[in-house]
């Protein structure tokens, strides 16, 4: 199996891919596409990847790209660590709190991109509707997740390991956030799957 990822190894959908791999006990190689020099647009990667982005996932015959898509398929395919719930309506909660983070807070994103998260601070303040998404942010968590529970559907899954991935952009900028959604997503920071994927040796901007 191979994975193409970011060459810098700071996408977040990568990232979730690459975790989803390490919990299920995959074998896999992982291969770098240079986003910046357009490496995604390469005749050799656009021959494998029909949308021409990372992550892209090749298992045997089968070229996927949507980290979601990839890793709803790792769990239906492989045995393992479960990465989402079992129960429908939790895995749907799961499910919507990762769309959720690929669709909104734009300004989060665009201010608080993952360059923040392995590379280093921005020394730029929030804007207003940076503010406002991070304050969106805050509201929907905290009402997800359960008064001192470790995960947010009962037992871990792929939608706590965005969620601290979004407020990492946040907690490693020095930005304010709540303490409990701060504990929360150091914790999920420890597992050691993200802790795998955030200790890589990146090359220099």
């Known amino acids: 199996m191979l994975l193409y990822v970011d060459a810098q190894y700071v996408s977040p ?28 647009h390469a005749p050799g990667f656009a021959a494998q990847s029909s949308t021409q982005r990372v992550p892209t996932l090749v298992d045997g015959d089968l070229c996927l790209t949507e980290s979601s898509a990839i890793t709803e398929y790792l769990d239906e395919v492989y045995p393992g660590t479960p990465l989402y719930p079992y129960e429908p309506k939790l ?5 919507q709190v990762q769309a959720w983070l690929r669709s909104d807070l734009l300004p989060i994103r665009q201010e608080r991109s993952s360059l923040v998260v392995f590379y280093g601070p921005s020394e730029a303040p929030l804007s207003a509707a940076a503010q406002a998404a991070a304050n969106k942010l805050f509201a929907a968590a905290q009402a997800l997740l359960a008064e001192d529970a470790e995960h947010l559907c009962g ?3 792929l939608a706590d390991v965005d969620l601290a991935m979004m407020l990492h952009r ?19 920071w420890q597992h050691p799957a993200v802790q795998a994927w955030v200790r890589r040796e990146r090359p220099p901007l």
């Open 155 to 157: 037992t871990w899954s």
């Open 13 to 40: 959908y990568a990232m979730s891919v690459f975790v989803a791999l390490k919990e299920k006990g995959i074998a896999f190689d992982m291969q770098t596409v240079d986003l910046e020099a357009g490496g995604q």
């Open 170 to 188: 946040l907690i490693l900028n020095g930005d304010p956030v709540p303490p409990r959604l701060r504990a929360y997503a150091e914790r999920q």
């Open 91 to 95: 895995k749907a909660r799961a499910r």
